[in-house]
Nanobody, 123 residues
């Protein structure tokens, strides 16, 4: 069992930055690939960034490449999402999630989810 708790969301102006954190409970954090998903009202949940168990491999959605950076600290059971050059279209609830079988884009492949943190980018 893994419990995930996100923090770091908030309101920011376009062009600004936020850093999201996701703290995981349990001693098996390094056994899971981690993903950051977002869901805006009326839209499907989408994977914006993912990172492998060791942190050696990452994935980014085209819409965030060059602006977002995912990282993890297995010693501290934490995964991060640094978001720069934020745009109004980045407004969504951001969730972290854990997957046993590596980074995949399908939400159904992720076994554990955090409750989400709201990110709002004003124009």
């Amino acid at each position: 069992q893994v419990q995930l708790v996100e923090s770091g969301g908030g309101l920011v102006q376009a062009g600004g930055s936020l850093r999201l954190s996701c703290a995981a409970s349990g001693r098996t954090f390094s056994s899971y690939a981690m993903g950051w998903f977002r869901q805006a009202p009326g839209k499907e949940r989408e994977l914006v960034a993912g990172i492998s168990r060791s942190g050696g491999s990452t994935y980014y959605a085209e819409s965030v490449k060059g602006r977002f950076t995912i990282s993890r600290d297995n010693a501290k059971n934490t995964v991060f999402l640094q978001m720069n050059s934020l745009k109004p279209e980045d407004t969504a609830v951001y969730h972290c999630a854990a997957a046993r079988n590596g980074v995949v884009t399908a939400p159904g492949a992720y076994a554990y989810w955090g409750q989400g943190t709201q990110v709002t980018v004003s124009s």
